[in-house]
């Protein structure tokens, strides 16, 4: 591989004209400088470029779940802006554990120019040593409990979960249930809360053994959906708290032989990538994945290449409700499955 210094002498200049040139500078021999570097092949070196300019070039990003269809199609969205601006990302899990993302974040501090996080817990403070080392970072679908300085890109959870409670109940249902992921979290914490309110303003109360809490995995929901079935009054809809949770009730449902939606209503938020190909197309929460990664990368661009002052931008993308037919209004009272 050629070097910097056989590139000046095939162009007849100074190693720093050439390098004055490589990093964008106006330089008077820039044609023969230029032809050399042809010539030769030359290709900079990407760690010496790191050192002169502060930047690595790499953005982090950081979330609980990659096996997690959300989080795959928010990375289609990072990586739609990334292309053609000069970064690459860095993916990594965090598995849901705040002790995890803590050893990530302290391995990415000096190897990347910004984070893109969805934080474990809003109780979370390993994000406060990005702050601390000068690393911006945009949370990605959570953010910290209190006044914690980061530009996020959110949903409107609260008010998908709301929209969802009001379907149900529109449709007659009063034997609802809900298995939602942990109430630490952004949206466990605000899908919970639309979903009471909008329980509550049709007169509805959610008993405990109706309220949930699993861990927005597959399994957990499989068997707490098994225990709401073997109840001595089942619930004749359920809501689920992620596409993760959605599936796992499903499976549970088509274990126990019940039938979607004659005997028990799903509603779950974020829609399958097969939903509309079920048996009984899934009614659920959609929400823009994809512009959501794409709106947190630009803000991330914009912090790096920008250096943009200002207060950290709090950004809510609406949510849609995509009513489907695995819902319907309640048939007579069915025992229990066991």
Known sequence: MATIHEVAAKAGVSTATVSRYLR????????AVNAAVAALGYSPNAVAQS??????????????DVTNPFFAAVAKGLEQVCQGQSFR?????????????????????????????????????????????????????????????????????????????????????????MINGPADTTPGRGRREGFLAGLEEAGIELPPEYDLMGGFQEGTAHQL???????PEPPTAIFTGNNLMTVGVLKALQDMRVDVPGEVSVLGFDDLTLGS???????????????????????????????????????????????RE?????????????
Do not use: W, Y
């Open 277 to 323: 190909l079920l048996r009984s197309p899934l009614t659920c929460i959609d929400r823009p994945d994809v512009e959501q990664g794409a709106l947190a990368m630009r803000l991330m661009l914009s912090r790096i290449t920008h250096d943009t002052p200002g207060a950290p931008r709090r950004i809510v993308l609406d949510t849609q409700l995509l009513v």
């Open 51 to 64: 050192l002169k300019s502060g930047r690595t070039g790499m953005i982090g990003v950081v979330v609980p």
């Open 225 to 231: 959906a098994l225990q709401l079935l073997a109840q």
């Open 89 to 177: 990302m860095l993916l990594a899990n965090s598995g849901e554990s705040a002790e995890t993302e803590q050893e990530i974040l302290a391995d990415l501090v000096h190897r990347v120019d910004g984070v893109i996080l969805a934080p474990a817990t809003e109780q979370d403070d390993a994000p406060l040593q990005l702050r601390e080392a000068g690393v911006p970072a945009v949370f990605l679908d959570r953010e910290l409990a209190g006044d914690e300085p980061f530009d996020a890109v959110l949903v409107d959870n609260v008010g998908g979960a709301h929209a969802a409670a009001k379907h149900l109940t529109d449709l007659g249902h009063t034997r609802i249930a």
């Open 24 to 31: 964008g500078q106006k330089v008077r021999s820039a044609q």
């Open 326 to 338: 695995s819902t319907a209004s309640p048939r007579p009272t069915r025992k229990a499955r066991r």
